[in-house]
């Protein structure tokens, strides 16, 4: 066995024994056997001191996006990735990416959009998903047009789906109701390089 196989075995090996309670299992324990292979794997790969922490990165990020059912490489945008959801919509044409359910298309334009591409963050560091305005006057106007969808309609495939943070102001404009205003209006300069407006 590679230094790095046997390492992992041992520390394993060790994480299980300090928790003796067994309603209190380590989380990793049953992963165990398929940890060591991969460790063992990454062991015998012939990695230097200095390619190592770059290879263990990229499997790291790797396996934990796949965990998530993210993706590990670009959306290519071909028919193949598509599925009809017309029947959850409004009866309109309309598909869902399979690699990525965050990723639709509509069926009348074929403009492909990511309804993750904008989270609002307040001042107190909550996230929000949903739209927000631009300023205080746009609200008081009342024209729901002038508000920012958290969408982003992507410019071309191949396309890596990316969450942009948003600063945004939060005040009870009722009880219990809340509007969101954004802070820097120049946050959205990144946001409208990457992806189309509409």
Not at 143 to 150: G, T
Request: proline share 4%.
């Amino acid at each position: 066995m590679s230094n790095v196989g046997l390492h992992a075995k041992r520390e394993l090996e060790i994480l299980s024994a300090t928790e003796t309670d067994p309603n209190n299992r380590p989380i990793i324990e049953e992963f165990k056997d398929e940890i060591i292979a991969l460790c063992e794997k990454f062991g015998n790969s012939g990695q230097s001191g200095g390619s190592a922490p770059y290879v263990a990165k990229a499997l790291s990020q790797a396996i934990k996006h796949l965990c998530m059912f993210e993706v590990i490489a670009p959306l290519t945008g071909n028919d193949d990735e598509w599925n009809d959801v017309s029947d959850l919509g409004n009866g309109e044409l309309m598909y869902q990416n399979k690699r990525d359910s965050r990723v639709f298309k509509d069926g009348k334009n074929g403009k492909a959009y990511f309804i993750d591409a904008m989270i609002k963050r307040t001042e107190s560091g909550s996230c929000w998903y949903g739209g927000f305005w631009l300023s205080k006057d746009d609200y008081l106007i009342g024209n729901k047009e002038l508000m920012v969808s958290p969408r982003g309609y992507i410019k071309s495939f191949p396309f890596t789906p990316k969450t942009f943070y948003i600063d945004v102001i939060e005040e009870e404009v009722a009880k219990d109701g809340w509007e969101m205003y954004v802070k820097d209006i120049s946050q959205l300069d990144e946001v409208w390089a990457y992806y189309d407006k509409a």
